[in-house]
């Protein structure tokens, strides 16, 4: 922490602006930083990728750096997962065949030039790896493992290294926080990165030529809060979206027994506060955290209540999206809620399902009320409530929170329903000049796919760089 301390940056008097910070530190931060510390990506001569309408273009500009060449041309074309065609194209190149079960090696090959960097902070609350610090550990990544990975270090190497393996190809949450964190170190970009950073206002002004923006806030240490404020000529927000859980928004959800963090059933777990002989524990929700709740109350034969309004067989439900061979685990959760509804006798004992069920109040004394289809009131007793239906991005930094930077202004800021609104190309905001979003913020919510926004940026980064009069 005492290289942040002799950073001049984070002097209060700093007066050259700083062309980049970057407010975030999960996988989009890193990659970013990576992209813009002089690494950068050529297509090795003699690859041969898959698609052939790639193939051909990537051909027409051999020796010229996938930086320098048009993102737009490149990716026209692409089908895949994702909406944004950078992304598709990132992951082409990194992943040629990955989508038909290959394991065909990345068409791209890496050089560091120094003269291709542009200086920069990465300023996080957590250590690298943003919230992946925070899931818990030996939990299962969603996500194939090779898919987690970032440029020019792959997961399943870098676990060899480490002497573990990847588990029906996925690895798991704390490997991977790890894996992030390892992967500043090994590339060199911990000078870069400034953990401990809480951001709490972004402000900027639009003189000639191009805009100016003042990042402000404090650091966390031993003795206290230091503030800082930083000047920059762009801005990058890579700050995801579990920063504020959702809420029901119904009596009593601030009562000392309902919580909104997977964490806190861990906690509670710990200290013996809930156990097999207690009341239920409450779980509400149909996504992939309300599951994650479940098989982990499950592991130590918690009596559980899976409340949620969907019904078991909604095309909408992530488990009806999932493939059952490499995601043995939420399929049984998910047979478990369409099996097991808390009418009919229990063929999983002390796991009850309550679909399409509405929770109307929480009661002081450790009661959840629900109201069912046909209006039917039902009062269940409970242990500790885990309320789990999704989070939302906290801008509260942004002016207005950053509503204004929404594809819907008027509506509420989602990472699923209503990204910032960028230009696809660039990942630049469509309403302020210098102002960035990559990740969930605009709209790619896999590791897989945030590193195209990344490319993008840098893409655009280094253009208006080079169009700077020296």
């Known amino acids: ?132 610090h925070s899931i818990e550990g030996s939990m299962v990544t969603l996500s194939q493992g090779q898919w987690m990975g970032l440029p020019d270090l792959e997961v399943k190497d870098w676990l060899q290294k480490k002497r573990r393996g990847l588990r029906k190809s996925r690895a798991t949450a704390g490997d991977i926080a790890h894996y992030y964190r390892d992967y500043v ?12 950073a809480v951001v709490t206002t972004v402000e900027w002004r639009n003189p000639d030529p191009s ?13 206290g809060q230091q503030p800082f404020s930083l000047w920059a000529r762009n801005v990058v927000l890579a700050t995801g979206t579990f920063d504020s859980p959702a809420r029901l928004g119904v009596p009593g959800e601030a009562l000392p027994f309902v919580h909104h963090e997977l964490s806190a059933l861990e906690t509670a777990t710990r200290v013996g506060a809930v156990s097999p002989a207690s ?18 109350a499950r592991h130590y034969n918690l009596p559980v209540i899976h409340a949620f309004r969907r019904a078991v067989d909604d095309p909408g439900l992530v488990f009806n999206q999932l493939p059952k061979m ?45 109201q069912d289809l046909e209006g039917v009131e039902k009062v269940f007793g409970v242990s500790l409530v885990l309320v789990l239906i999704g989070s939302h991005p906290d801008l509260s930094f942004l002016p207005g929170a950053g509503a204004d930077f929404a594809v819907d202004p008027d509506q509420p800021l989602s ?48 253009r208006k760089e080079t169009r700077k009069p020296p």
Request: charged content about 20%; overall charge negative.
């Open 326 to 370: 490499l995601y043995p685990e939420y399929h049984k959760v998910h047979q478990m809620m369409r099996e097991q509804s808390v009418l009919s006798p229990s063929p999983y004992e002390g796991y009850r399902s309550l679909p399409r069920h509405q929770l109307l109040l929480f009661k002081e004394d450790c009661q959840a009320v629900f």
């Open 211 to 223: 805009p100016l923006f003042q990042v402000s806030g404090f650091l966390t240490r031993d003795q």
């Open 1 to 132: 922490i005492a290289m942040i301390s002799s950073r001049k940056h984070l002097g209060a008097s700093s007066s050259e602006p700083l062309p980049v910070i970057i407010v975030g530190n999960g996988p989009s931060g890193i990659c970013l930083s990576y992209l813009l510390s002089g690494y950068t990506p050529y297509v090795k001569p003699d690859a041969v990728h898959p698609h052939p309408l790639l193939q051909r273009k990537l051909t027409e500009a051999l020796g010229v750096s996938i930086l320098d060449q048009d993102l737009d041309y490149l990716s026209e074309g692409l089908e895949g997962r994702c909406q944004s065609p950078v992304a598709l194209l990132f992951d082409a190149l990194l992943r040629p065949d990955t989508d038909f079960g290959g394991n065909m090696e990345s068409v791209l090959t890496w050089k560091h030039q120094e003269e291709h960097a542009i200086p920069h902070l990465v300023l996080g609350r957590n250590l690298p790896g943003g919230a992946w």
């Open 415 to 462: 990472a699923k329903r209503n990204p910032i609104d960028v230009d696809p190309f660039t990942y630049q905001s469509t309403r302020q000049e210098g102002l960035y979003a990559v990740g969930p913020l605009a709209g790619d919510n896999f590791v897989r796919f945030v590193q195209g926004g990344a490319l993008a940026v840098a893409s655009s980064l280094l």
């Open 185 to 196: 170190v090994k590339k060199g970009l911990g000078h870069n990165f400034v953990s401990g």
């Open 279 to 296: 009341d239920p524990v409450l779980i509400i929700g149909a996504g992939l955290s309300a599951a994650d709740a479940v098989l982990f």
